[in-house]
């Protein structure tokens, strides 16, 4: 599975972005597809994720009701709409997929493709 990652850009508190993942090859649809992002001299934190099996989205408390992660599986796709930025979201956004259990959606290491990420500058 290959995934690309765009829709990265600059923008002003507040803001929104919408950032877009397409995957290509492999069975793109089974898999658990998430949202990460890394900012300078951090670890990839974990941001928002449709499960490859329910299909329920999870969310970093830190952004739940800011962040509307969603799957368009015609289209091989993952968004993430972001609204009301702050300047602390300010990131490389990566996408990843794999087949972590519920216990270790959150954990980068349990996914194994990623795309090469996006930037996202929050500032004025």
């Known amino acids: 599975v290959q995934l690309q990652a765009s829709g990265g850009g600059l923008v002003q508190p507040g803001g929104s972005l919408r950032l877009s993942c397409i995957a290509s090859g492999g069975t793109f649809s089974t898999y658990t597809v998430a949202w990460f992002r890394q900012a300078p001299g951090k670890e990839r934190e974990f941001v928002a994720a449709?499960?490859?099996?329910?299909?329920?989205?999870y969310y970093d408390d830190s952004m739940k009701g800011r962040f509307t992660v969603s799957r368009d599986s015609a289209k091989n796709t993952i968004n993430l709409q972001m609204n009301s930025l702050k300047p602390e979201d300010t990131a490389v956004y990566y996408c990843g997929a794999g087949r972590p259990i519920l216990s270790s959606l959150s954990s980068a290491s349990a996914y194994y493709y990623w795309g090469q990420g996006t930037q996202v500058t929050v500032s004025s």
């Open positions: 449709v499960h490859g099996s329910n299909r329920r989205t």
